[in-house]
Nanobody
Framework: QVQLVESGGGLVQPGGSLRLSCAASGNIFSIYYMDWYRQAPGNQRELVAAITSGGSTNYADSVKGRFTISRDSTKNTMYLQMNSLKPEDTAVYYC??????????????WGQGTQVTVSP
């Protein structure tokens, strides 16, 4: 069974930084891509940043230049470095990955979410 576990959320002041981590574990054959989504109260879940197995990245316009996504393939772990945080970044951040486990088909997996709150 594959699991994604996020960590690193918390409360930070505007202008501050946080680093989120997402560790994938289980019977993993390959990870095609990983990404971060976020959902604020009353809003739809939105894509924040994505990274492929080859290292290509993509960002939402609202976070470009402030957030950096990275991945350590040796540890099946993805990171989101968030700098210059704004109150509008407040949301639950979810890790997502498209993974092919050993012996079963490709599937999408989600973490449980981690709260990020940006407030004075």
């Amino acid at each position: 069974q594959v699991q994604l576990v996020e960590s690193g959320g918390g409360l930070v002041q505007p202008g501050g930084s946080l680093r989120l981590s997402c560790a994938a574990s289980g019977n993993i054959f390959s990870i095609y891509y990983m990404d971060w989504y976020r959902q604020a109260p009353g809003n739809q879940r939105e894509l924040v940043a994505a990274i492929t197995s080859g290292g290509s990245t993509n960002y939402a316009d609202s976070v470009k230049g402030r957030f950096t996504i990275s991945r350590d393939s040796t540890k099946n772990t993805m990171y989101l470095q968030m700098n210059s945080l704004k109150p509008e970044d407040t949301a639950v951040y979810y890790c997502h990955a498209r993974i092919r486990p050993i012996g079963i088909p490709l599937n999408d997996y989600w973490g449980q979410g981690t709260q990020v709150t940006v407030s004075p």
